[in-house]
């Protein structure tokens, strides 16, 4: 097998173009639509379908892009690991997370990498859909709350403190909540739902370790926590958001901290990758830094 071929292949892909693969390659597009051609004979099998407009990958196409991905991963990791220069933390990240998570809590740390290692490049998306960390060639994802995907594998990075909050303007117009016996309706929540965060039904805990889950019904449901912590303060439901998220809001009266005699359960976050026997330094340099960083901050 033609591994340039293959690796041609795996341009036309990421880049979803024919013609940006041949610009990134240095190379005429009839030489990477030839490249794919005579792996496509290879292979005796169709792996891309072209249009004039888009190029769409076959089932077959899918599984050996996969594949593909993971070799020429190795490839090049074997290469560094023998080179003069295996010590050089170098190439480029895929890194996906949380939108929250990404602007106010992991984005400047992220910077501060990339500070300490310049020849590092990186993709970095911030977003709450769902993600598919092999197919999509993502290095590092953060999840918040649990992990669906037992093949992967998560590392400890954090606990994020969860409060139950209010607008004064909203418990004038629905009542106080002195206790958990008062939620319940008339009450309602802010709902977030998104695919970033897998957290079961909320409770809360009574100094007696008694705990208590609650589901109010929800007149809004919204996609982000700061979309969430909007409408909260506009009052048009109770919400658990995370605690540092809140502070301000509580300093200057536009949220109430509800039930400050109860806890709730912290929320987990994770980091969270494929596991390969070859991990790129890259990606093991970032994993290390992130890890060290929060260890450094307890």
């Given at each position: 097998?033609?591994?340039?071929?293959?690796?041609?292949?795996?341009?036309?892909?990421?880049c979803?173009?024919?013609?940006?693969?041949?610009?990134?390659?240095?190379?005429?597009?009839?030489?990477?639509?030839?490249k794919?051609?005579?792996?496509?004979?290879?292979?005796?099998?169709?792996?891309?379908t072209?249009?004039?407009?888009?190029?769409?990958?076959?089932?077959?196409?899918e599984?050996?892009h996969?594949s593909?991905?993971?070799?020429?991963?190795?490839?090049?990791?074997?290469?560094?690991e023998?080179?003069?220069?295996?010590?050089?933390?170098?190439?480029?990240l895929?890194?996906?997370?949380?939108?929250e998570?990404?602007?106010?809590?992991?984005?400047?740390?992220?910077?501060?990498?990339?500070?300490?290692?310049?020849?590092?490049?990186?993709?970095l998306?911030?977003?709450?859909?769902e993600?598919d960390i092999?197919?999509e060639?993502?290095?590092l994802?953060?999840?918040?709350?649990?992990?669906?995907d037992?093949?992967l594998?998560?590392?400890h990075?954090?606990?994020?403190p969860?409060?139950?909050?209010?607008?004064?303007e909203?418990?004038?117009?629905?009542?106080a909540?002195?206790?958990?016996a008062?939620?319940?309706?008339p009450?309602?929540?802010?709902?977030?739902?998104n695919?970033?965060?897998?957290?079961?039904?909320?409770?809360?805990?009574?100094?007696?370790?008694?705990?208590?889950?609650?589901?109010?019904?929800?007149?809004l449901?919204?996609?982000?926590?700061t979309?969430c912590l909007?409408a909260?303060?506009?009052?048009?439901?109770?919400a658990?958001?995370?605690?540092?998220?809140?502070?301000?809001?509580?300093?200057?009266?536009?949220?109430?901290?509800l039930l400050?005699n109860?806890?709730?359960?912290?929320?987990?976050?994770?980091?969270?990758?494929?596991d390969?026997?070859?991990?790129?330094?890259?990606?093991?340099a970032?994993?290390?830094?992130?890890?060290?960083?929060?260890?450094?901050r307890?």
């Amino acid at each position: 097998m033609d591994l340039n071929a293959v690796s041609v292949f795996a341009q036309v892909v990421d880049c979803g173009s024919f013609t940006q693969a041949a610009e990134n390659l240095n190379m005429t597009k009839s030489t990477v639509s030839r490249k794919v051609a005579e792996l496509e004979q290879h292979l005796g099998v169709k792996l891309i379908t072209r249009s004039t407009r888009s190029l769409v990958l076959t089932a077959e196409g899918e599984k050996f892009h996969q594949s593909s991905m993971q070799m020429l991963e190795i490839l090049n990791q074997a290469e560094l690991e023998v080179s003069a220069n295996q010590d050089l933390v170098r190439g480029p990240l895929k890194v996906v997370l949380p939108v929250e998570l990404g602007h106010q809590v992991l984005g400047s740390y992220l910077h501060q990498f990339m500070h300490q290692y310049p020849q590092v490049t990186m993709n970095l998306e911030l977003s709450n859909r769902e993600v598919d960390i092999i197919s999509e060639g993502i290095d590092l994802y953060a999840q918040i709350g649990e992990l669906a995907d037992s093949t992967l594998v998560s590392r400890h990075l954090t606990r994020s403190p969860r409060v139950l909050v209010a607008s004064p303007e909203y418990l004038q117009q629905f009542g106080a909540i002195d206790s958990h016996a008062d939620l319940i309706f008339p009450h309602q929540q802010v709902e977030v739902a998104n695919k970033a965060v897998r957290i079961p039904k909320w409770a809360i805990q009574a100094e007696n370790g008694e705990s208590y889950p609650f589901e109010l019904p929800n007149r809004l449901r919204v996609n982000t926590i700061t979309a969430c912590l909007k409408a909260c303060i506009d009052g048009l439901g109770v919400a658990v958001l995370p605690e540092f998220i809140c502070r301000e809001h509580f300093e200057t009266g536009k949220l109430v901290r509800l039930l400050p005699n109860y806890t709730m359960p912290e929320v987990e976050v994770s980091l969270v990758y494929a596991d390969r026997q070859l991990m790129p330094k890259r990606k093991k340099a970032l994993i290390d830094y992130l890890l060290q960083s929060f260890k450094d901050r307890t």
